[in-house]
Nanobody, 115 residues
Framework: QGRLVESGGGLVQPGGSQRTSCAAS????????MGWNRKAPGKQRELVAHMTSGGSTSYADSVKGRFAISRDNAKNTVYLHMHSQKPEDTAVYYC?????????WGQGTQVTVSS
């Protein structure tokens, strides 16, 4: 019964900033590890950012120093903050919520960085 609903994204110029959101329902949100993946045309799916239920974070080398993942357990929402965006950040971004034997995925939201 778990559901993830993503919002945000859109079109920005290089160097811009965006925030994507993923609201969860039907799960005990604070117990889940949360993360963001992205899929760009012609490229493999990439794990961009991850946050454990305890708050530990990790990032892909391609986004370190530019992206940040955060979570608000009171709102059952995980965010991806994107700064200094580059054209190569253009992709569909997917959030996920994970337990050892159960994972939910969002539907994805398009992020486009272009002049």
């Amino acid at each position: 019964q778990g559901r993830l609903v993503e919002s945000g994204g859109g079109l920005v110029q290089p160097g811009g900033s965006q925030r994507t959101s993923c609201a969860a329902s039907g799960i005990t949100f604070s117990s889940y590890n949360m993360g963001w993946n992205r899929k760009a045309p012609g490229k493999q799916r990439e794990l961009v950012a991850h946050m454990t239920s305890g708050g530990s974070t990790s990032y892909a080398d391609s986004v370190k120093g530019r992206f940040a993942i955060s979570r608000d357990n009171a709102k059952n929402t995980v965010y991806l903050h994107m700064h200094s965006q580059k054209p190569e950040d253009t992709a569909v971004y997917y959030c996920h919520a994970q337990l050892p034997r159960l994972t939910y995925w969002g539907q994805g939201t398009q992020v486009t960085v272009s002049s």
